[in-house]
C-alpha cells in the first residue's frame, strides 16, 4: 500500500511517518512531499525508510507529476500555514497555501489515483467563539472563525467535502484540536514555555517565562495520539465525514504553565507579554470526540503532566 504524506516535516507529518513505520507492515510504502526550504531536521531520522519527492502544495504542475509517479492509495494532507497568530500579518498567503492548495491536492487525486483515499486536516479555530452551554464541542456546531486561518481551514474542510460529493472522492475531514508533541517549533504556547524553561535552567534567560492569555482553555492531544487516529479514520471511516480529532479535556493555559514550573529545575515567576495576546482568542474550546471514537474505537493515551515532562526534555536536549 502505498502512502503519501504532505506537510512530514510538520510535528504531524513526522509522527504520522514514525507510526506507520512502527506498524511493520512490509505492504506500506511511504512518500513524502517536502518544500526544499523545510527544516529537515525534524525528518533526518527517517532518511532511507521514506521516500522523498521535491515540491511544493502551492504548484499543482509538481503535485500532479509526483501523483502520476506515485498513484498512492492513501493520502494524508497536512501541508499548511498552521498558525493562527501568523494568518493576522500574512491573510493572503494563509488562504492561498491553505486552500489553494488543498484544491492542488484534491485536483491532483481527481485526475491520477480517484480510488485513494484523502485526509484533510481541518481545524476547530474553524468553530470561532462557542458559548460555554455548547461545549464540549460536536461536529454539528455551527462554523463561526474569527481568524484568518480559521476561515482558511472552514473553506478547506468545505472543499474537501465538495469534492467528495462531486467527483465521488473518498475524503474524510478532521477538525483538529490543538496537538503537541517533538518537532514542533517554539510558536505553540506550550513549546514556549517549555523552551524558555530550559532556557532558564541553562542561565540563558532570565527566570520569567513571559505568557500570552492564561485564561484561555483548551483541548490538546499529543501528536503520536493524533495520528493513531489518523490512520484509524482513513482505514475505517465514511467517506465525506468530518471528525472532531481531540482529547475531549479542557485545560487551562495557566494550569500548563503551572506543570512547567513544577516540572523545571529551576524557580521562575511568570510574566504576561503583550505581545503573546491575540486580537481575538476564544476563551474556551473543547471538544467532544464521541463520533471518532464510535468510528474507530480510538481514545487518547498521553496526558499533560507526560506531555509537559517529555516536551521539557525535548528541549533540554536541543539546547
Known amino acids: ?83 493562527p497568530s501568523a494568518s493576522w500579518d500574512a491573510p493572503i498567503v494563509t488562504m492561498r497555501t491553505n486552500v489553494e492548495g488543498t484544491i492542488n491536492v484534491l485536483e491532483a487525486v481527481r485526475r491520477t489515483c480517484p480510488t485513494a483515499r484523502v485526509h484533510l486536516a481541518g481545524s476547530s479555530a474553524a468553530y470561532g467563539p462557542v458559548r460555554p452551554e455548547d461545549t464540549p464541542i460536536s461536529e454539528s456546531q455551527p462554523l463561526r472563525p474569527v481568524s484568518p486561518y480559521g476561515v482558511s481551514k472552514a473553506t478547506t474542510e468545505l472543499v474537501g467535502l465538495q469534492y467528495a460529493a462531486s467527483y465521488g472522492l473518498h475524503v474524510v475531514v478532521t477538525r ?61 471511516a465514511p467517506a465525506g465525514q468530518v471528525y472532531n480529532l481531540c482529547s475531549g479535556i479542557a485545560t487551562q493555559i495557566g494550569e500548563i504553565v503551572a506543570l512547567v514550573q513544577a516540572h523545571g529545575h529551576a524557580a521562575a515567576t511568570v510574566q504576561v507579554d503583550p505581545t503573546r495576546l491575540r486580537p481575538t482568542d476564544e476563551p474556551l474550546l473543547v471538544g467532544d470526540n464521541r463520533k471518532l471514537r464510535a468510528a474507530t474505537g480510538w481514545q487518547p493515551e498521553i496526558m499533560m503532566p507526560e506531555i509537559v515532562a517529555e516536551l521539557l526534555d525535548y528541549w533540554r536536549a536541543r539546547l
Open 176 to 236: 483538529s484540536f490543538n496537538h503537541v508533541g517533538p518537532h514542533q517549533n517554539d510558536r505553540t504556547a506550550i513549546m514556549t514555555f517549555c523552551k524558555q524553561m530550559a532556557m532558564i535552567e541553562r542561565g540563558m534567560q532570565e527566570p520569567i517565562i513571559r505568557v500570552g492569555n492564561l485564561e484561555a482553555r483548551r483541548d490538546f492531544s499529543h501528536t503520536r495520539d493524533a495520528v493513531r487516529g489518523l490512520w484509524l479514520l482513513l482505514e475505517h
Open 1 to 83: 500500500m502505498r502512502v503519501f504524506i504532505t506537510g512530514i516535516t510538520g510535528p504531524v507529518g513526522s509522527a504520522l511517518a514514525d507510526y506507520l513505520l512502527a506498524l511493520d507492515r512490509p505492504d506500506l510504502e511511504i512518500h513524502a512531499f517536502k518544500r526544499w526550504r523545510s527544516d529537515p531536521r525534524p525528518i533526518e531520522h527517517l532518511a532511507g525508510q521514506v521516500t522523498f519527492h521535491e515540491g511544493d502544495i502551492e504548484d499543482p504542475f509538481v503535485l500532479l507529476q509526483t501523483l502520476q509517479r506515485i498513484v498512492p492509495e492513501r493520502i494524508f494532507h497536512l501541508a499548511a500555514q498552521s498558525y
